[in-house]
């Protein structure tokens, strides 16, 4: 897990739209990278309108918000549409990028365990 101060790791991902996004694009930007467990879910949905809801706060602090899940680019096309999400959803369908910021690995829901992503921000 990253702690406060730590640079964090660059990875090269697609968008929604199928675009080939590095977070090194972003360099010298203020970014908010969020991980989520799935698209459509209860949680992952009130965080999303969260982010939403407050978008054009974030938009004026100068903030770009990207969300991460090991959902694919055709479920968060649907998931942005449901919800009119104006901001760029990351697919990870290899966990390399929630490897690499260390939210991905066993999670437990119940009395259920499964390798997932944890949500962080």
């Not at 739209?17 to 908010?32: H, I, T, Y």
């Not at 919800?83 to 760029?88: D, G, H, I, V």
Request: net charge negative.
């Amino acid at each position: 897990m990253l702690k406060e101060g730590d640079a964090a790791p660059d990875f090269q991902t697609r968008d929604e739209k199928g675009n080939e996004v590095k977070l090194s694009d972003f360099r010298g930007q203020k970014v908010a990278l969020y991980f989520y467990p799935k698209d459509d879910t209860p949680g992952c949905t009130k965080q999303a309108c969260s982010f939403r809801d407050n978008y054009s706060t974030v938009e004026e602090s100068g903030i770009k918000v990207l969300g991460v899940s090991l959902d694919d680019e055709t479920s968060h096309q649907a998931f942005i549409s449901k919800f009119n999400l104006p901001f760029t959803l990351l697919s990870d369908t290899d966990h390399s990028v929630s490897d690499a910021y260390g939210v991905y690995g066993e999670q437990t829901w119940g009395d259920k365990k499964f390798m997932g992503v944890a949500p962080k921000t």
